[in-house]
């Protein structure tokens, strides 16, 4: 429960601190005066982020305290031990003009992550926002699960995370496959391209020379024949000549050792014309240049050339580069009987899940049943007669975190016209009341101590506005409650009476907040009931506080 809040520094609100107590609060207070900067210093409490633009004065630091007391179960005995919590929480909150935040427990420096964790279920904070959310059909299963045994969604999810954490595995596992798969296709058609082509570097070294001889054959054997001309078949030829003259030195070579050098030296010089008129001969006797082997040639080349351009400067490196894949391939291990053992243990958690899934909805739709029975019943009490609502539900094709369903709220407010998704039928009050309808329904089940409803009474007067707050202090006698609202009856119901002015202190307006007396609260009735204090609006004042239920 909320005993204390303080504010200082926020928006309109220069310095206000607020007392409450047990059963219904009520504010109230005219338009503009800061009813709702109450409810923004409350959720500052709670761990919401700051607007800058909340600041009052920039030269100042926004300081939000409240003390809460309970017993606090939802904390761990580490967490407790820390701040010294027992039965009462003093949180305290400072930000300054750069937005820096100082977070106390107890008067124990804190993080905003710790205070959120403290302070989670203090309070449920209810107004437009809280209404968007009963019209988004996404929420409406979150509403539903209030009313059901939360086990039941604690075994599902349990059951549907080892589902999820398995397929994910199983999942990554054959993405890897897949991709091993791909990697064994590439690197198979490497090593082939490499191995099909036979690489012999030494010969494969003198491709380039082949190729040449190849493509300028006719102009070797031109060269070759006139060669062979000058050095063994012309009348006159070098070969001839040498010889004659290598027998008359070598028949003198005895006389001295230069001539001995001179016959020898013509002696290799006739050995050397005889191989190479030996290989010129050779020459002449090749066929002439053959086209398909001069292009086996080039396209042996041009491969060559590729393979070296994509795995290594030389043949030598494409070589290694090929023994590289072969072990590459040899150390590639795809273990099938393992993949089917896991897709097996997937799709045996995926059957668990889904029966607890099946439980877990199955539940629901009990729950459902009894929640709309309440709920009409509430409605009715609430001026909605002969109201229908029920919950809708829609499978999914898939398992999910919500379990394979989604809800949704129909109703019908006017007899004769089927249910509809309540987004679309149900005008402000009407929501008004469903949203207040719910509230009271879970109010048994629901931890939380403290309910703020802002301005839950919109769109609703006359009879309707009694029945609420009606509805509001039945509510309050299980919990706190606190209620910003404009309707008089409402405020006439509360256990204590806050009122909001505004006025103008400087060049700045300021509001100051009360807690009424009981001759207080007549005035302040009246003024909502008439615009103005008069002796009517002064008695209708006295009865709404002599009329209201026992709450009071």
């Known amino acids: ?51 800058r633009t909340l600041l009052r004065d920039e030269e100042k630091k926004l ?20 701040f010294e919590i027992e039965d009462e929480v003093i949180i305290r909150r400072e930000i300054d003009s750069a937005g820096k935040n100082r977070v106390y427990l107890n008067g124990k420096l804190a993080t905003v992550v710790q205070l ?51 397929r994910k595995k199983f999942e990554n596992i054959r993405s890897d496959i897949t991709r091993t798969l791909k990697e064994k296709d590439i690197l198979e058609f490497q090593l082939n391209e490499i191995e099909s082509i036979r690489i012999d570097p030494a010969a494969d070294e003198r491709l380039e020379e082949k190729i040449k001889m190849l493509s300028h054959m006719e102009k070797i054997r031109e060269a070759a024949a006139t060669s062979l001309n000058y050095l063994k078949d ?46 010129l001969e050779k020459m002449l006797d090749m066929q002439e240049l053959d086209p398909e082997e001069l292009n086996r040639f080039m396209d042996r080349k041009f491969r060559l050339a590729n393979l070296m351009k994509k795995y290594g400067g030389t043949l030598e490196e494409v070589i290694l580069h090929g023994q590289a894949i072969k072990e590459r391939l040899d150390n590639l291990f795809l273990d099938e009987d393992a993949m089917s053992k896991m897709e097996k243990e997937v799709t045996s958690l995926y059957d668990e899940a889904l029966k607890k899934a099946d439980k877990l909805n199955t539940a629901r739709k009990k729950a459902a049943e009894k929640l709309s029975s309440e709920i009409v019943k509430n409605l009715n009490e609430l001026e909605l007669r002969n109201s229908v609502f029920n ?154 506080l002599t009329g209201r239920g026992d709450n009071a």
Not at 133 to 147: T, V, Y
Not at 249 to 254: C, P, T
Not at 516 to 540: F, H
């Open 1 to 51: 429960m909320l005993n204390m809040l303080r504010v200082e520094n926020l928006s309109v609100i220069e310095s206000a601190t607020v007392e409450f107590g047990e059963g219904l609060n009520i504010i109230t207070g005219e338009t503009g005066a800061g009813k709702s900067v109450f409810i923004g210093a409350l959720k500052l409490l709670l761990g919401e982020r700051f607007t």
């Open 391 to 544: 919950l809708e539900f829609f499978p999914q094709d898939e398992l999910d975190e919500l379990g394979g369903i989604r809800a949704e709220f129909y109703i019908s407010t006017n007899p004769g016209f089927p249910p509809a998704p309540l987004a679309r039928v149900a005008s402000g009050g009407e929501i008004s009341r469903v949203m207040l309808s719910l509230k009271d329904v879970f109010a048994e089940s629901d931890k939380v101590g403290t309910l703020v409803f802002d301005e839950i009474d919109t769109g609703i007067s006359g009879k309707t506005a009694k029945q609420v707050a009606k509805k509001l202090g039945s509510i309050a006698r299980g919990k706190q409650v606190i209620v910003i609202t404009h309707l008089p009856v409402v405020a006439a119901e509360g256990n204590r009476h806050f009122h909001i002015s505004k006025g103008t202190y400087g060049d700045k307006a300021r509001t100051d907040v009360k807690e009424l007396s009981a001759y207080e609260r007549e005035e302040v009735l009246a003024l909502m009931i008439a615009g103005e204090k008069t002796p009517s609006s002064i008695e209708q004042a006295k009865e709404l």
């Open 116 to 166: 959120k964790e403290v302070a989670e279920g203090f309070a449920d904070i209810h107004g437009q926002h809280e209404h968007q959310r009963l019209l988004n059909p996404a929420c409406h299963i979150e509403f539903l699960d209030s009313a059901v045994d939360g086990r039941f969604k604690a075994d599902y999810l349990e059951a549907y995370g080892r589902y999820q954490e398995k």
């Open 234 to 279: 012309g009348e006159v030829n070098a070969s001839e000549l040498i010889g004659n003259a290598s027998s008359l030195m070598a028949s003198v070579a005895d006389y001295g050792a230069e001539l001995a050098s001179a016959a020898e030296s013509l002696a290799e010089a006739a050995y050397k014309i005889s191989d190479v008129t030996a290989f």
């Open 63 to 82: 300081v939000v305290e409240g003390v809460f007391n309970g017993d606090f179960s939802h904390l761990s005995a580490d967490t407790k031990e820390q």
